[in-house]
Structure formats: C-alpha cells, structure tokens
C-alpha cells in the first residue's frame, strides 16, 4: 500500500488545513480502487516524479472547500471564485511540498510538477495508470474530500 | 517563449493524432496569458518535472474529442463515456512520451507522472505557478482543444 508515501500525504493535509485554514479534517480507511473516478466541484492535482511517478490530487465538494477557504481568509465565502480555486492552488502546493519534505527525511525523493486547479460542478477525475490507485475520503468541518494518489504500476 | 520545450509538444500532437486518429489539427499562434483559463469538457493532465517544472494539459470541447476517439476507434461516439475519457489519456499520454523523446535527443530530460482525466460540461482549468502560462488554440477537424504549457517561474 506504499504507507511510506501515502502517509506523508495524509499528514501534511492535516496539519496544512489545521494551520492554513483552522480546521479539522479526519481521514478514513484508504481504499485501492482501479476504476474508481472522484467526483467534487474543486480538485487539484500536483503530478510528482520519483520511484515510481505518480500522481497526488484532491477533490473537494463545494461545501467543504468554501468552509476551508472561508476560515483562511476570514470571510464567508459562498460561491467558487477565481479566489477560491487560487486559495485551493496554494493548500494543495503547501501539502505536496510539506509531503515531499517529509519523505526526502527518509531518503525518498520526489520532485513536484506545477499544480493545476480544476473547478466545474460535478467533474470527474481519473487517474490513467496501470498501477494502483490509493483514495483516502476525508471528513472536512463542513463537507468531504477525497485525497488520492495514483503510482505508476 | 521556450521554444526548445513548446515545439516538441506542439509536433507531437500533430502527429499522435494523425497516426492514432488519422485527424488533421492546425495550431494557432501560442499565446502567454497568466491569468488565463481553459476551458472545455475532457482534459488530460500530465505534470512533468525538469529543468524547469512544469505541467501540460489539453482540453478538448465535446465535439473535437468525440471525433477524435471516433476516428480511433472506427465507430461513431455521441457520449463522453469512460472510454473516451481513457482514449483521450492514452492518446495525451503518448503525446507527451513522444514530446519527452524528441526533447531528450537534444538533452533537455524531462519525466513524465501518471496523466489524469478530467471529465465535466464546461470545466475550467488554471495552472497555478508565477511562472508564464503558454496557451497553443488547435483547430481539429470537428471542433477544437487547446494546449497548455506552464513553467515554474
């Protein structure tokens, strides 16, 4: 299940929400899923090289996005701006660079691509790799999200 | 403008979509536009990391893709269905192994993370880097799709 770098991933959001955004966000079980596309309003998705490459994303509903972006700001936030999928772009980047700076500690490196925001009501992602697919469901305060991480079979 | 990186994936997918889908398409002038948004119904996605980072993507409208995959498949599509959405990371994914080839002839190394799929009416796509945005419009035999490249400033 590559717990060495799935859990960096999982860490990093956490800790990134909680001192970005204030906020609380509980993982639960990850599931390995071939064919399974996460639906959201907001993703973002930062590919990574190393061994293997892969693919890290997170795809929010609106709900939990406008929470999280709301209490980073300040302000209430209730459609998905230009802002907020630019606020999104930048709590993605602070996970993934937080992530890699974890697992290079322990010898794994990993370089970061440019992340890129998608935001459409109801889009749908799918990672294309023959390798495995990691989905982490996320509770937010407020709505959910689905962390996942595609590796190169 | 980057041409050395630009050109390579601008012929790639000239040729890629001739030899997979027997499909004409005409790039316009490149254009550098931060702020800019593509928008369009299936995007493919592929970070790449080198010297610079960077991320490329296409979004194709409805109709170009669906001709596309037509044409590939030799049956005539109406839907963006899983399948078109899997062609269309096949054919990305070919395009940006080819563009990485032809780079490497001349030095410039660039890896490639695992491509992902977006699929969703009128989903818009920002690329979030200080870097400069280049944006390549294609006109394709039905419909259109654009190119973009962004590069870590």
Chains 1, 2 share one sequence.
Not at 21 to 34: E, R
């Amino acid at each position: 299940m590559r717990a060495e770098i799935i859990n960096p991933f999982i860490s990093a959001t956490i800790e990134v929400l909680k001192s970005m955004a204030y906020t609380d966000s509980i993982p639960g079980k990850p599931f390995l899923k071939n064919d399974y596309s996460a639906t959201g309003d907001v993703t973002s998705i930062v590919g990574i090289t190393g061994e293997p490459d892969a693919t890290f994303s997170i795809t929010f509903d609106s709900e939990s996005i406008l929470c999280i972006v709301s209490k980073m700001f300040g302000e209430t936030l209730t459609e998905l701006t230009q802002e907020v999928a630019d606020a999104t772009g930048e709590i993605v980047n602070m996970i993934s660079g937080k992530a890699r700076r974890e697992m290079d500690k322990k010898g794994i490196h990993y370089d970061g691509a440019i992340p890129t925001i998608i935001t459409g009501q109801g889009h749908e992602i799918k990672h294309i790799s023959e390798g495995p697919v990691i989905a982490i469901p996320f509770q937010a305060e407020k709505g959910s999200f689905t962390m996942e991480i595609c590796f190169k079979s």
